[in-house]
């Protein structure tokens, strides 16, 4: 066989190209963990966010007060500021704040397990009246991931019952786990 005819790659050249897979490796890999964290917690905002302005609606549509709170693995509010776990979305018919058999459940949502959700001032509720309304303290949802305080976001109810959403608000002072 004539060597001029031979056709193959090199093992020289094979431990280039390795080398440079390696180096796009490198530095792809950790901004798509970056950009992966940052969907998930852009995701979990806009779910909360949305389950928010659908409370409100039903209070405001239905004529009901209605109370959306965090909830564990059940169809109760968990009494706790931590929204981790999943939420539960009601209408409050005798107005104590909590799921009593008889009341329509509207929605149980689940959270996400990579992220640290919890309310101020540890509310562990909100309660929408029927003109839109959500009385007591302003809250503020953080919404925490392994990121950190400087990437951290959050969702802010106001007592005129406005939601807003500030993601990645670089929340210097959060209290993040």
Same mark, same amino acid.
């Given at each position: 066989?004539?060597?001029?005819?031979?056709?193959?790659?090199?093992?020289?050249?094979?431990?280039?190209?390795?080398?440079?897979?390696?180096?796009?490796?490198?530095?792809?890999?950790?901004?798509?963990?970056?950009?992966?964290?940052?969907?998930?917690?852009?995701?979990?905002?806009?779910?909360?966010q949305t389950d928010l302005n659908m409370a409100?609606?039903?209070?405001?549509?239905?004529?009901?007060?209605?109370?959306?709170?965090?909830?564990?693995?059940?169809?109760? /509010?968990?009494?706790?500021?931590?929204? #981790?776990? +999943?939420? =539960? %979305?009601? &209408?409050?018919?005798? $107005?104590? !704040?909590?799921?009593?058999?008889?009341?329509?459940?509207?929605?149980?949502?689940?959270?996400?397990?990579?992220?640290?959700?919890?309310?101020?001032?540890?509310?562990?509720?909100?309660?929408?009246?029927?003109?839109?309304?959500?009385?007591?303290?302003?809250?503020?949802?953080?919404? /925490?991931?392994?990121?950190?305080?400087? #990437?951290? +976001?959050? =969702? %802010?109810? &106001?007592?005129?019952? $406005?939601? !807003?959403?500030?993601?990645?608000?670089?929340?210097?002072?959060?209290?993040?786990?």
């Amino acid at each position: 066989m004539n060597r001029s005819q031979a056709r193959g790659i090199t093992a020289l050249e094979l431990m280039v190209t390795m080398a440079v897979i390696a180096i796009l490796l490198a530095t792809a890999v950790p901004s798509f963990r970056a950009y992966t964290l940052k969907h998930r917690m852009q995701t979990a905002m806009d779910v909360l966010q949305t389950d928010l302005n659908m409370a409100r609606g039903r209070a405001i549509s239905h004529n009901i007060q209605t109370i959306i709170c965090p909830a564990d693995n059940s169809i109760a /509010c968990s009494g706790t500021p931590d929204w #981790h776990h +999943g939420w =539960i %979305i009601f &209408s409050d018919l005798n $107005r104590d !704040r909590q799921k009593q058999p008889g009341e329509p459940l509207h929605k149980r949502a689940n959270a996400t397990e990579f992220l640290s959700i919890s309310s101020s001032r540890s509310r562990s509720y909100l309660r929408f009246y029927p003109n839109g309304t959500a009385p007591g303290t302003n809250i503020t949802i953080l919404f /925490c991931d392994q990121r950190g305080a400087e #990437h951290a +976001g959050k =969702i %802010i109810v &106001s007592n005129t019952g $406005r939601i !807003r959403a500030h993601p990645n608000g670089g929340e210097a002072n959060a209290n993040c786990p």
